[in-house]
């Protein structure tokens, strides 16, 4: 019989840490978990899935436009905030619910409760002190917002998902995924629609090609982008709304100001003070192969180890833990190759390298790239334009990036994943007969490079 109430205590129920619970438990581990807010996590309450649902309903507008050119004529009906919200709460509660059953379907306890280290082997949650083997801190992260005036009037994604009304006017701020995608969404469901961003283009880390792409079809889409743009301050107007002042002089009137400038990981309030766990400077766990952390049975993992802060990674990095520690399978996580989507409008879907990266890495490379209108905009009236791109390492014929602009890239890519992880050679694509008609079939079709 263990000294210890249970074998791990898990703080947190994201997606790391029901994944890491639930597989612990499964592997015979006697488990606990506490959760200080909700069931899910980020990604379940206010992040990919609500995300995702209002990406949905921003679409629309578009399709309706889109039908008139196959004679669905005066096909837009009115849009209600309201039930976007209600119908999107509701299925929100609906998935707590699922969380909490995999968790008792696997034995696990939960405790309702924000959890604190005490000391290696001790945690509380609600003044209860519950002892345990391991510990595993999966808290996820935080949006950070920088301190200037008027900041306190500026919300985050975390609020954008539970606004009472929507806004007419938007001004989103920062230049990562989410900030493109919420750009998209204000846009679509007919809010004037800005984005800011520091640098000259944004999306940093993609390919150039896809950089470029999403910014000339998010212009063509309305949506107001300024680059190179630094906000200074924001005032808030005797009408509610917001009076945005720029360093570089100009102005913006606004009904909302978000900003998606970056997330911590959740490190404080969880009585780390109390162990030997070291972390970086932005307060990320550092934690090895294993996902331990410098305090030998204390681990961490998702987006508080801050990796590559995605769902996908964390219950990999979660199961990849439950195979090492309780099923005496020791893996490692492999962090090459993770495709990757972002839901802006057009979608993009990657996986591998950009072409910056390749030509680092690689001596010779082949770029094959196409860019062109999608079957369905021959009719449509739209002007967007489709991109993908192919990378290939010259020397061994292997596919080492592939990038996409266009609708439904995140569901392309996800396949195109599957082959670029198995090695897929470029006289693989070339040897694959393609789906006709698709806009997919372009990734076996291109023949040509366009320069090495
Ligand atoms: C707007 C947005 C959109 C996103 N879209 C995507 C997407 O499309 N695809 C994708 O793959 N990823 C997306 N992500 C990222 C994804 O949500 C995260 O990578 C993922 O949720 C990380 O999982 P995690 O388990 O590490 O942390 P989380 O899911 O954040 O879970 C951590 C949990 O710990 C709890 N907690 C914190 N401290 C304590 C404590 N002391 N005691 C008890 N509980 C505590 C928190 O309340 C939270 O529920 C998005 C994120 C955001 C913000």
New binding site residues.
């Given amino acids: 019989m263990s000294e210890y109430d249970y074998d791990l205590f898990v703080?947190?129920?994201?997606?790391?840490?029901?994944?890491a619970a639930r597989m612990s438990a499964t592997y015979g581990a006697r488990v606990a978990t506490?959760?200080?807010?909700?069931?899910?996590?980020?990604?379940?309450?206010?992040?990919?899935v609500?995300?995702?649902l209002f990406v949905y309903a921003s679409h629309f507008a578009e399709d309706y436009h889109h039908a008139e050119g196959f004679g669905w004529q005066k096909a837009a009906p009115e849009f209600d905030w309201p039930t976007l919200i209600g119908n999107k709460n509701t299925e929100i509660k609906r998935l707590n619910g699922v969380y909490k059953g995999l968790l008792d379907s696997a034995g696990v306890t939960h405790f309702d409760?924000?959890?604190?280290i005490v000391d290696a082997h001790h945690v509380s949650?609600n003044d209860q002190v519950i002892s345990t083997e391991s510990i595993l801190i999966?808290?996820?992260?935080?949006?950070t917002v920088p301190e200037f005036p008027g900041s306190e009037h500026v919300i985050t994604?975390?609020e954008?998902?539970f606004l009472d009304e929507l806004p007419g006017r938007s001004l989103v701020v920062g230049g990562g995924?989410?900030a493109v995608?919420?750009a998209g969404i204000f846009a679509g469901l007919g809010v004037e629609s800005h984005l800011s961003y520091r640098g000259p283009l944004f999306l940093r880390n993609f390919d150039q090609s896809v950089r470029q792409a999403v910014a000339e079809e998010l212009a063509k889409k309305n949506i107001n982008l300024h680059f190179d743009s630094n906000v200074e301050r924001v005032e808030k107007n005797a009408d509610g709304s917001f009076k945005v002042t720029f360093k570089e002089g100009n102005e913006l009137e606004t009904d909302l100001v978000m900003y998606?400038t970056g997330?911590k990981p959740?490190v404080a309030?969880?009585?780390l003070e109390n162990v030997n766990v070291e972390t970086r400077s932005n307060g990320a766990i550092i934690v090895d192969d294993e996902f331990r952390t410098s305090e030998a049975n204390i681990f961490a993992?998702?987006?508080?180890?801050d990796r590559?802060?995605?769902?996908?990674?964390?219950?990999k990095e979660?199961m990849v833990f439950a195979q090492t520690q309780y099923l005496n399978q020791p893996t490692t996580m492999d962090y090459e190759d993770i495709a990757?989507?972002?839901?802006c409008q057009p979608n993009i879907g990657t996986v591998g390298l950009t072409e910056a990266e390749a030509r680092e890495q690689y001596e010779e490379i082949d770029i094959y790239l196409s860019t062109f209108k999608a079957m369905k905009h021959s009719l449509s009236g739209s002007e967007e334009k489709s991109l993908m791109k192919i990378i290939v390492d010259r020397k061994s014929d292997r596919v080492i990036g592939v990038h996409m602009v266009g609708a439904e890239a995140g569901e392309i890519v996800q396949g195109i994943g599957i082959a670029v992880k198995a090695g897929a050679t470029k006289a693989i694509f070339d040897a694959t007969v393609g789906i006709h008609p698709t806009t997919a079939e372009e990734f076996v079709t291109m023949r040509e490079p366009i320069a090495n």
Avoid: H
């Fill in positions: 703080m947190g129920v994201g997606s790391g840490g029901v994944r506490a959760e200080d807010k909700y069931l899910g996590g980020t990604c379940v309450n206010v992040g990919c609500p995300k995702k409760g924000r959890a604190r949650v999966a808290t996820g992260g935080w949006p994604s975390n954008a998902f995924y989410i995608e919420f998606a997330r959740s309030d969880i009585g993992l998702g987006d508080v180890i590559i802060q995605l769902t996908p990674v964390a219950i979660a990757t989507a972002v839901f």
